[in-house]
């Protein structure tokens, strides 16, 4: 009996901590992920001699794959919108402004740390 009180005692210590790793764990594929498609832009840039892609829908030849914003918040969204100015609202996927070539999270909703997508 106290065997059984043990493991759920563990049990109930455990399981926050899992899923707090689980939701760190996707907040960094997102930085990663963003830090891969500003690279792309960049790329992109140079080889324009200094022209910013409109939007990022037809750029198969830079990301074949545009990744998802793989944090809870995000949506684990792939799509990119194009934005006048950085996220102001809470939103998914990415948002891309082409007159600087500037590429953000699509939220200011915060992470587990409290930081603001917008800051990634």
Known sequence: MIVVAIIGILAAIATP???QMVEVSRE???KGNLSALRSSVSIYYSEKEGVWPVDLNNFASYMPVIP????RPLGD???VSVVAASPSS???GWAYLQSGGL???NSTATDVKGTS????
């Open 17 to 19: 901590k899992f899923s």
């Open 28 to 30: 960094g594929a997102t």
């Open 68 to 71: 998802p914003a793989r944090a």
């Open 77 to 79: 969204s792939a799509i």
């Open 90 to 92: 809470v939103g998914t």
């Open 103 to 105: 590429l953000w999270a």
């Open 117 to 120: 997508f917008t800051t990634y």
